[in-house]
């Protein structure tokens, strides 16, 4: 199948909570391409997915969004992206573009390899992985690992931020394109911060925007100068060989890449809280230098609609939002954490 006939493709991560929802869903919006959307989850349950299925038109169906929650994509490749993608490429009207939304803690790079292989390469196109850089959490969360490696060390007396850096490093070095958010929560000092640091991490020339508002999201994604980038992930030394290789489908799909460091886990929240009772719940949850991440949907006292948590560090946001999910008895907070993230004080918090 030629590049004429492959559906391009675009990666977007980015780290926990910085915002990859929310650009997934300006361009859908304003597009007028039918487009499939890959939405990776972390943990068993999966918040993103509702979020945009509540909020799409007519070229991104809920038939469209594939939500995979058996973990983080760079881990499970094999397993979830080549039966996923199948499913999407043979379905009787395929997308014009495939977006796919990876974890907050996943390698782009595992996914990126994908591309090269037989069972991908003839059926969709690489077009490019953007990374969202949230720029407050840059300088409110990452920013601490340095202090917490003073307190924090798990049983082999390891540095537990390992993995975090790990993850930030990897998603950038893997970059097309850089879109520092959140502009408005940081200081100009803060955001050149942020490049100067990016441009430091890596030898090559990567785009930057520097803003959430003044560019084309269709522009970068779909239009004439879409990034499409398919041709360059075949010019290495490891991938001729692989393609001379008498077997196509023998690959080594494993990586060093593993999340022992973290820890999720989802509660129950029960419908008789208002919303200041949540907030300051959530406050007292977030005492806790263990937790990075909460995200979900909750129903308070005082309002018929969904109540949309999201947390990034200490920086809670909630709006409420008409749902079709409203109709439930309960609703539902996800965790991520270090893996020393206290489970059971947390969701005692919630109980009452």
């Not at 490749?77 to 379905?91: A, L, Y």
Request: aromatic letters at 8%; proline letters at 4%; charged letters at 25%.
């Amino acid at each position: 199948m030629n590049n004429l006939k492959k559906i391009p493709t675009t990666i977007l991560t980015g780290f926990l909570g910085a915002g990859k929802t929310t650009f997934i869903e300006k361009i859908v919006k304003k597009s007028n391409a039918n487009i499939a959307l890959i939405i990776n989850e972390f943990g068993d349950l999966g918040v993103d997915a509702d979020i945009l299925k509540e909020c799409m038109n007519s070229n991104c169906a809920p038939e469209n969004i594939i939500e995979l929650s058996n973990g983080c994509i760079c881990c499970t490749v094999s397993d979830d992206f080549i039966p996923t993608i199948e499913k999407i490429v043979n379905s009787p009207t395929p997308p014009d573009h495939i977006i796919i939304e990876t974890s907050g803690l996943a390698l782009p790079k595992p996914l990126i390899d994908a591309f090269k292989w037989p069972d991908i390469r003839n059926k969709i196109m690489y077009n490019g992985t953007i990374v969202i850089v949230d720029s407050y959490a840059y300088n409110n969360v990452y920013e601490t690992f340095e202090k917490y490696n003073t307190t924090h060390k798990d049983s082999d007396n390891k540095m537990l931020n390992t993995s975090i850096e790990e993850v930030f490093n990897d998603q950038i070095l893997s970059s097309d394109l850089i879109i520092i958010n959140k502009i408005e929560l940081a200081t100009e000092l803060e955001i050149k911060k942020i490049e100067n640091n990016i441009n430091e991490l890596t030898s090559k020339s990567i785009p930057i925007i520097k803003s959430n508002k003044d560019y084309d999201l269709d522009e970068i994604i779909l239009g004439p100068k879409t990034l499409i980038l398919d041709n360059n992930i075949y010019n290495t030394p490891d991938l001729k060989k692989d393609l001379t290789s008498e077997n196509d489908h023998d690959h080594d799909h494993d990586h060093d890449h593993d999340h022992d460091n973290f820890h999720t886990f989802s509660i129950n929240v029960p419908n008789i809280f208002t919303k200041e009772i949540i907030l300051n719940k959530l406050d007292k949850a977030l005492e806790s230098k263990d937790i990075l991440r909460v995200k979900g949907f909750v129903l308070t006292v005082e309002s018929d609609m969904l109540l949309t948590v999201q947390v990034v560090g200490k920086n809670i946001q909630t709006y409420y939002q008409d749902s079709e999910i409203n109709n439930r008895d309960s609703g539902y907070l996800i965790f991520i954490g270090y893996k020393n993230i206290n489970e059971t004080s947390v969701k005692k918090l919630f109980l009452k």
